[in-house]
């Protein structure tokens, strides 16, 4: 009887300890979301990416505009969204009311009901006072947050949705590297003390953007262990408070900043984190792995910043990666997300931050075009052409996997012409016509490729499907006319 009282009271502890565990992990993927962005040659069908959201217990998304392929897909899943309005949408926002009350009402109303889109924010641009926008959205962005939140109040969403504005960390600086002299920058003072005090007003939160990989990638000198979040013995001590981190320093220097503007208690939201897979050479899994290990253990013991201490909201940057992004930042733009292109995980990552060694869900349902590659042809006599050939390829395709300390950067000369021939050849559809190149290129059914260097075969998207059937309709047509 004795021992089977004691198997009894084990089994009702470990039922505990699991349900407990279960509560733990629900509490800290309620702080996390991700950035879910669509600039991508094939995008994977949004009721595919809802699903695999769902799957991983992803609760919150932030998105970049109200695209309607994507709201649709969210009608009903109770993930909290952060919808976006575009910077290239700011001027008209902002020069008319009625153009806010229209955009609310096209991108608002018309999902925001009950068993609709669960639409907590609404991000009034993006990153819009960056020094390299050279003050393009300085008048048109606090207008349109304005009339957005108008139009919000008379919509009756206003004590449900608020409104913001997704900032780069360069809105604020140091002037002595330690958290305790953050301000916002002198250019800009005015305008962020108004933003933030009608944030506040409006019970709303600052959104910030921190990337301590950007840190190191602009700083030749910056200290690599500093980037992550370990106890490392380089860090800053700040009358007391010590960092050992760039995130929290970075984080704290927004919250000094934020006090001396007198609303030392608006919330704060980290907009945007995370740190690339390729294009760099302090871009791959091993360091993005070890990246968000740190963070998802820190999201979970829930201890916040020196300054601000409890739980922080981050959205990790981003879900999928972006092969159509702009790389003037760096080859490594396109290289953000936690998945592959068609879905994948790419290293294990454990969302609860208790440090389990397992992989996400990956997206279920993706089709592929046919297993065929673009290859150099080795051949080919006349190369007269082939320098020209590569750059038209690549300016075309995606060729930031074969820069300095990428994951194709030791192919041969060879290998690297058949990646850029058949990053283009993919992007375009695997159309023939794209797999020429005057006779320097050809298509294989052999998998190209090498080593640790993927040379990737595209999904199946929509915009595919449509591609495909208009091109089996135009072929009907001309059948039939020539009948």
């Avoid at 994507?70 to 949408?89: C, F, H, K, R, Y």
């Avoid at 933003?195 to 190191?216: D, Q, R, T």
């Avoid at 052409?385 to 996997?401: F, K, M």
Wanted: hydrophobic share 40%; net charge neutral; glycine share 8%.
């Amino acid at each position: 009887m004795a021992r089977r009282s004691q198997t009894v009271m084990l089994l009702i502890a470990l039922s505990a300890i699991f349900a407990l565990s279960r509560i733990v992990n629900a509490e800290t993927l309620s702080t996390i979301g991700v950035n879910w962005g669509t600039q991508m040659t094939h995008p994977i069908p949004p009721t595919i990416v809802v699903d695999m959201l769902k799957a991983n217990g992803i609760k919150k998304v932030k998105l970049f505009d109200a695209d309607d392929w994507t709201m649709s897909a969210l009608v009903g899943t109770d993930i909290e969204v952060m919808v976006g309005i575009p910077n290239a949408q700011l001027d008209r926002i902002s020069s008319k009311y009625s153009h806010a009350k229209d955009w609310v009402k096209n991108n608002v109303t018309q999902y925001f009901k009950d068993g609709g889109v669960n639409i907590k924010y609404v991000a009034v641009g993006n990153e819009p006072f960056l020094e390299s926008y050279n003050g393009s959205y300085l008048t048109t962005t606090f207008p349109a947050l304005q009339n957005i939140q108008k139009a919000l109040d008379e919509a009756g969403h206003g004590d449900k949705i608020k409104v913001t504005v997704p900032l780069n960390a360069d809105v604020y600086a140091s002037s002595s590297n330690t958290p305790s002299s953050g301000a916002f920058r002198s250019d800009i003072e005015d305008l962020m003390n108004q933003i933030v005090h009608f944030l506040k007003e409006k019970g709303s939160a600052f959104v910030v953007n921190i990337y301590p990989f950007l840190s190191l990638y602009q700083n030749a000198g910056f200290p690599v262990d500093y980037a992550f979040f370990g106890t490392g013995s380089r860090g800053i001590n700040d009358n007391g408070k010590q960092y050992t981190n760039v995130f929290d320093a970075n984080f704290d220097t927004l919250a000094w900043a934020l006090k001396k503007a007198g609303v030392p208690d608006l919330k704060i939201i980290v907009g945007e984190v995370g740190w690339p897979t390729d294009g760099d050479k302090n871009a791959n899994n091993d360091m993005a792995k070890k990246f968000y290990d740190g963070l998802l253990k820190k999201m979970a013991k829930k201890v916040g910043t020196p300054m601000r201490p409890g739980p922080v909201d981050v959205y990790l940057f981003g879900l999928i990666d972006e092969d159509s992004k702009s790389i003037l930042p760096g080859n490594f733009e396109r290289h953000w997300g936690i998945l592959t292109y068609d879905g994948k995980p790419k290293f294990p990552m454990d969302l609860s931050g208790q440090g389990n060694d397992k992989y996400l869900i990956a997206a279920k349902g993706i089709q592929y075009l046919p297993a065929q590659w673009c290859v150099f042809n080795n051949e080919a006599k006349n190369l007269s052409s082939l320098s020209a050939d590569i750059d038209y390829a690549c300016s075309l395709g995606d060729c930031t996997s074969l820069g300095y300390g990428s994951s194709c950067n030791n192919l041969n000369s060879e290998g690297n012409i058949s990646y850029a021939f058949n990053m283009y050849f993919q992007m375009s559809d695997q159309d023939v016509r794209a797999c020429d190149f005057r006779g320097l290129a050809k298509i294989v059914d052999r998998n190209a490729s090498q080593k640790d260097c993927l040379f990737p075969v595209q999904i199946i998207s929509a915009g595919t499907r449509t591609a495909v059937a208009k091109a089996m309709f135009l072929g009907l047509l001309a059948a039939l006319l020539f009948v």
